[in-house]
Nanobody
Framework: QVQLVESGGGLVQAGGSLRLSCAAS????????MAWFRQAPGKERDFVAA????????YYASSVKGRFTISRDNAKNTVYLQMNTLKPEDTAVYYC????????????????WGQGTQVTVSS
């Protein structure tokens, strides 16, 4: 079992930055592929970014590539999402997730989820 707790969300103006954190407990995240998803009101939960467990390769949705960066600190058992040049369309609840297999950008591949943190970008 892995417990995930997100933090760092908030209200920011367009063009600003936020860094989300996902603190894991129960198991070490170095054994899991980690990802961030987001869900806007009335929409599905969409893939944002992922980090593989073996090679730490990173993958991004086209909408955030070049603006967001996923990383992890194994010593702190924490995954981060640095979000720069934020846009109003980035407004959503952001979720951290962990997987051991399956497609990187498929939410069905992720077994463990956090409770989410709200990010609101004003124009």
């Amino acid at each position: 079992q892995v417990q995930l707790v997100e933090s760092g969300g908030g209200l920011v103006q367009a063009g600003g930055s936020l860094r989300l954190s996902c603190a894991a407990s129960g198991r070490t995240i170095s054994n899991y592929g980690m990802a961030w998803f987001r869900q806007a009101p009335g929409k599905e939960r969409d893939f944002v970014a992922a980090l593989t467990w073996l090679t730490s390769s990173t993958y991004y949705a086209s909408s955030v590539k070049g603006r967001f960066t996923i990383s992890r600190d194994n010593a702190k058992n924490t995954v981060y999402l640095q979000m720069n040049t934020l846009k109003p369309e980035d407004t959503a609840v952001y979720y951290c997730a962990a997987r051991t297999s399956g497609n990187i950008d498929d939410r069905g591949s992720y077994r463990y989820w956090g409770q989410g943190t709200q990010v609101t970008v004003s124009s």
